[in-house]
């Protein structure tokens, strides 16, 4: 194992196992210069630079692992439209921002199928998505989210289904409805990082690897340091999530490290596949503390669930996690489970994510609460926007007064593990 903040290659993940591409980007040494340096290559950092590359900006992306190395490559790989605290934001701004938040909603579905296209990345994108409800409150929600895309016309398949037609999509008798939606869907989330950094690289963009940032020297032009480089720009991006404590003047105490866990079993029969999932769709259900999971390209239930929000990782996540896919699925009981693994996602109080600015030229995007792949794609248009003028999104963000949390980030991590406790014991009344 490396010592702590030593530069690491990716987590025994299935993605790890599967990834179509190694990357081998150098080390940032020596001095160099940019429009924009990133700190960061998760989808917040890929997808911003990926942006700003398209736009004739000349970046430095630097990330101390590899890409996709945080959550962006061990995640469920659902696609699911929407952005953590939508409802907030709207209560704060009321009806002018509505139609923004819908445009917000799906935008990072967009962004993703055009550059899936565009720059020919093969992760393994597939259309289909299914929320389930367990409750008469869960499916009232869903009716509402549905009653919704109906108003706006939304052009992409969707319908509630009863129970019998959920029994049939998902191959269990847990659920009591559902929401089946074919704009949402899944993929390969460590192909698709490295695919859109690919793709940037291509536009130019430097990428440098095994280069933790560890500090960052304000001015007119901001400079980031590593152990053997420095980059001078105009802007900073700052995109490590959960995993960096950069700026802690400003930073910490907003958002909280929470572990989320997945295990992939071993492929199964095509005959477990269609009874189980015959239609291959992702599968989430609509607890506070979610089951998510799907069945990968070739045919292993990818299984994920139970966050820890304390920041202590459980000592056998094949033990947390098996007896409740089991639960639903006693098909798989005998399923040798593969692989284990988990990430950290960034949780905010308020659950809004953390869009900001240090001295107007560091930027920050950070905590999408669970959210992600779609909300890390916004995030980057509505930065890459914001840098080059084009303020309303980011403002509607930065605006947002967060609650900090004092007494450190243990202190902080128990408060949000207390507040999931009582959202948990709401799941199981
Ligand atoms: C197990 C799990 C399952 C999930 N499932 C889903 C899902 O199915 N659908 C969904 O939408 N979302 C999901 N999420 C959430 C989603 O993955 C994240 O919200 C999203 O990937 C965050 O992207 P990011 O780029 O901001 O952060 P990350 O992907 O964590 O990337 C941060 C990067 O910054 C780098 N970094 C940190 N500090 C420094 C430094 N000092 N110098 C240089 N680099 C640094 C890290 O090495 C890392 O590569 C899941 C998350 C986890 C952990």
């Given amino acids: 194992m490396a010592a702590p903040n030593q530069p690491q290659e990716h987590t025994g993940s299935y993605y790890a196992a599967t990834v179509s591409e190694k990357t081998d980007y150098p080390v940032l040494e020596g001095d160099h210069q940019a429009d924009i340096c990133i700190v960061g290559a998760g989808f917040t950092g890929v997808a911003t630079a990926l942006t700003l590359a398209e736009r004739g900006y000349s970046v430095i992306l630097v990330e101390a692992n590899r890409v996709g190395w945080g959550a962006s490559g061990r995640n469920g790989g659902q696609l699911i439209c929407g952005i953590s605290g939508e409802s907030k934001l709207a209560k704060r701004y009321g009806e002018s921002v509505t139609d923004t ?235 040798r489970i593969e692989y284990e693994w988990g990430g950290k996602i960034g949780i905010v109080i308020n659950r809004i994510p953390l869009l900001g600015r240090i001295d107007k030229n560091i930027f920050y995007s950070q905590g999408y609460s669970g959210h992600g792949i779609n909300a890390t794609h916004v995030a980057g248009e509505i930065i890459a926007d914001a840098i080059g003028g084009t303020m309303e999104k980011f403002d509607m963000f930065e605006r947002i007064r967060h609650i900090r949390i004092p007494l450190g980030q243990w202190f902080g991590n128990q408060m949000v593990a207390l507040g999931m406790i009582y959202y948990r014991m709401r799941d199981l009344m």
């Fill in 101 to 335: 938040l819908w445009e917000m909603h799906w935008r990072g579905n967009d962004i993703i199928h055009e550059r899936v296209e565009q720059y020919a990345i093969d992760c393994e994108l597939k259309n289909g998505y299914i929320d389930v409800g367990l409750k008469a409150r869960h499916m009232r929600d869903l009716e509402a989210d549905f009653e919704n895309m109906q108003r706006r016309n939304f052009p992409y398949e969707f319908r509630m289904t009863d129970r019998e037609e959920t029994r049939h999509i998902t191959g269990t008798d847990m659920y009591i409805g559902g929401l089946l939606n074919m704009r949402n869907g899944h993929l390969h989330p460590l192909n698709l990082c490295i695919g859109e950094a690919r793709a940037a690289h291509g536009l130019g963009t430097r990428i440098f690897e095994q280069s933790p940032v560890t500090e960052i020297v304000h001015g007119a032009k901001p400079r980031v340091r590593t152990a053997k480089g420095s980059v001078e720009a105009d802007t900073i991006v700052l995109a490590g999530n959960a995993y960096h404590a950069l700026e802690p003047g400003h930073l910490s105490g907003l958002t909280f490290p929470a572990g989320s866990y997945i295990i992939a079993t071993e492929p199964l029969s095509e005959e477990v596949q269609q009874q189980i999932n015959p239609l291959d769709v992702a599968i989430c259900d609509m607890n506070e503390v979610v089951d998510y999971y799907r069945l990968s390209a070739d045919g292993r239930m990818l299984f994920g669930g139970r966050c820890n929000y304390s920041g202590r990782d459980p000592r056998s996540i094949k033990r947390t996690l098996a007896p409740r896919m089991v639960e639903i699925y006693p098909q798989l009981k005998d399923a």
